[in-house]
């Protein structure tokens, strides 16, 4: 059936009048994390698979992974897993039912942002 009411209803919030928060922030771009993840491993496939081929392919795949721009895509990949494993870590703790309150959530998610950087260099030293 039609909505006859549909022209008196107010609108919801556009994106140029609602302000973000800092922990929409945070779920939304776990979410973009996750999707970048993919890619990645896509390419370590893609790496596994030119070694399966033989030398000639690996050579030109292993080229390009370890050249400056597949080391900075690797470091790329190597945040986005910490940024996704410790914001799904501060879904599974508001989960339980712990830190939902703004200024909690808020400082989580600072977390999550400063943790996921200084996690990523740290890996990255290590390995």
């Known amino acids: 059936m039609a909505d006859v009411n549909r022209g008196n209803r107010p609108l ?3 994106l140029q009048i609602y302000r973000p928060q800092l922990t929409s922030m945070t779920s939304i771009f776990a ?3 996750g999707v970048a993840l993919l890619g990645a491993a896509i390419l370590v496939v893609w790496w596994f698979f ?9 050579d030109f795949v292993n080229g390009l992974m370890t050249s400056f721009i597949g080391d900075v895509i690797m470091f790329l990949a190597l945040w986005a ?8 870590l501060r879904h599974l ?15 989580m998610g600072l977390g999550v ?8 260099i740290i890996v990255a030293i290590i390995v």
């Open 12 to 14: 919801s919030p556009h």
């Open 31 to 33: 979410r973009i994390t």
């Open 50 to 58: 030119a070694a399966a081929m033989g030398p000639g392919y690996y």
């Open 81 to 88: 897993l910490c940024y996704h494993a410790l914001s799904g």
């Open 93 to 107: 703790i508001w989960d339980i039912g712990i830190g939902l309150e703004v200024d909690t959530a808020e400082k």
């Open 113 to 120: 942002i400063f943790g996921s950087v200084i996690l990523a």
